[in-house]
């Protein structure tokens, strides 16, 4: 089973900063990552699949980067409501083998 | 619109039986898989498996096989999980779950759609 390690596991920022999280997979899940975000009491949501495309209705603040083992979703500038938990995911076994990572909760410093 | 509508929580004790629901509307139930992903109180999302509502055919993530059952009904568009001996351990919200809006693309494969999700409580 491919492992995904995200960090770090709590990143505390201000709006209008910029966030960069990590997530590193066990082995190449080649470009088959996504990234979700999850508020509480809320379903996740879709924000980025194939590591670098943006699902539908998600702003140009989120963006996402890497292939291989290494991946990083950016948030270029803070919103207040982007203060959340994020995981990523990894199809390469689809589908029994999907994977999700610990999750990084994003709080306001 | 897509929607995908999730049963009640329900309040369980250990050795019970229990089946829960997700309803499919605003597409067509066959021509995409349905999975259920689990998030236990307080952690992170956990696949479990999916069905492929057309055939009924199911994969289950390796460390649920056995312990769960993935099912569907196309004739009223619902998807199913059920337990046939719950465990404290199985306390958790459970999430049904879709993919992409076009089938055939390999993005199809994340998960672009979420039910509100069923809360499961298993307790003496």
């Known amino acids: 089973e491919i492992v995904l390690t995200q960090s770090p596991a709590t990143l505390s920022l201000s709006p209008g900063e910029r966030a960069t999280l990590s997530c590193r997979a066990s082995?190449?899940?080649?470009?088959?990552l996504a990234w979700y975000q999850q508020k509480p009491g809320q379903a996740p949501r879709l924000l980025i699949y194939d590591a670098s495309n943006r699902a539908t209705g998600i702003p140009a603040r989120f963006s996402g980067s890497g292939s291989g083992t290494d991946f990083t979703l950016t948030i270029s500038s803070l919103e207040p409501e982007d203060f959340a938990v994020y995981y990523c995911?990894?199809?390469?076994?689809?589908?029994?083998?999907?994977?999700f990572g610990q999750g990084t909760k994003l709080e306001i410093k | 619109e897509v929607q995908l509508v999730q049963s009640g929580a329900e309040v369980k004790k250990p050795g019970e039986s229990l089946k829960i629901s997700c309803q499919g509307s605003?597409?067509?139930?066959?021509?995409?898989?349905i999975g259920w992903v689990r998030q236990m109180p307080g952690k992170g999302l956990e696949w479990m498996g999916i069905?492929?509502?057309?055939?009924?055919?199911?994969k289950y993530r390796p460390s649920f096989q056995g312990q769960v059952t993935i099912s569907a009904d196309k004739s009223i568009s619902t998807a199913y999980l059920q337990w046939s001996s719950l465990k404290a351990s199985d306390t958790a919200m459970y999430y049904c779950v879709r993919g992409g809006d076009q089938p055939l693309a390999p993005s199809a494969e994340y998960v672009h759609h979420w039910g509100q999700g069923t809360l499961v409580t298993v307790s003496s």
């Open positions: 995911q990894q199809r390469s076994g689809w589908p029994p083998g999907v994977t």
């Open positions: 605003g597409y067509s139930f066959t021509t995409y898989w």
């Open positions: 082995q190449s899940v080649s470009s088959y």
């Open positions: 069905i492929y509502p057309g055939d009924s055919d199911t």
